[in-house]
Antibody, heavy 123, light 106 residues
Framework: EVQLVESGGGLAQPGRSLRLSCAAS????????MHWVRQAPGKGLEWVAG????????VYADSVKGRFTISRDNAKNSLSLEMNGLRPEDTALYYC????????????????WGQGTLVIVSS | EIVLTQSPATLSLSPGERATLSCRAS??????LAWYQQKPGQAPRLLIS???NRATGIPARFSGSGSGTDFTLTISGLEPEDFAVYYC????????FGQGTKVDIK
């Protein structure tokens, strides 16, 4: 069974940093591209960033480009999101998600999601 | 950025009725369109990928159609567990989501 477990969320002041992690199990992690998607309280889904299965390719939403960095450690079956220069509008539940197709980056849908980790940016 | 516009924002129906949800893209996304269901307090669940392919374990009452810029998710006979929010997503190089359609009980 695929499991994705996010951690690292919490309260941060504007301008500060947080690092989110996603522990993956139940599938061959290094065969799949991975993504981060966020959802502000009471709002819709917003894609944040993606990383290819070979780790070399990364893509970002304009709203986080230059501030957030996605990375993966295939030896530890782990996905990360380093968030710098946090803003109040970054407040959201952050999900990690796995794509459907092995050894393929994009385009692809997301067939497994974690339960999310909450980030609150406030002074 | 490709903008996805979903309509209607809210769909009020009774169990057993047919639900038709629309998603329109600001430019062609070919068939790279997915649909997700989200219930309160839960993560999204993939229903349909590549416009019309049902994901594993998804009941046959869910179907997707369309290509290019106009897509439809049809639920043929609403079950009580189908009342939820539905999002479309273009699954291209820089994915984007629609704003969602809430299907609630009439």
């Amino acid at each position: 069974e695929v499991q994705l477990v996010e951690s690292g969320g919490g309260l941060a002041q504007p301008g500060r940093s947080l690092r989110l992690s996603c522990a993956a199990s139940g599938f061959t992690f290094d065969d799949f591209a991975m993504h981060w998607v966020r959802q502000a309280p009471g709002k819709g889904l917003e894609w944040v960033a993606g990383i290819g299965w070979k780790s070399g390719s990364t893509v970002y939403a304009d709203s986080v480009k230059g501030r957030f960095t996605i990375s993966r450690d295939n030896a530890k079956n782990s996905l990360s999101l380093e968030m710098n220069g946090l803003r109040p509008e970054d407040t959201a539940l952050y999900y990690c998600a796995k794509v459907c197709t092995p050894r393929s980056n994009w385009p692809d849908a997301f067939d497994s999601w974690g339960q999310g980790t909450l980030v609150i940016v406030s002074s | 950025e490709i903008v996805l516009t979903q309509s209607p924002a809210t769909l009020s129906l009774s169990p057993g009725e047919r639900a038709t949800l629309s998603c329109r893209a600001s430019q062609s996304v070919s068939s790279y369109l997915a649909w997700y269901q989200q219930k309160p307090g839960q993560a999204p669940r993939l229903l349909i990928s590549d416009a019309s392919n049902r994901a594993t374990g998804i009941p046959a009452r869910f179907s997707g159609s369309g290509s290019g810029t106009d897509f439809t998710l049809t639920i043929s006979g609403l079950e009580p567990e189908d009342f939820a929010v539905y999002y479309c997503q273009q699954s291209g190089n820089w994915p984007t989501f629609g704003q969602g359609t809430k299907v609630d009980i009439k």
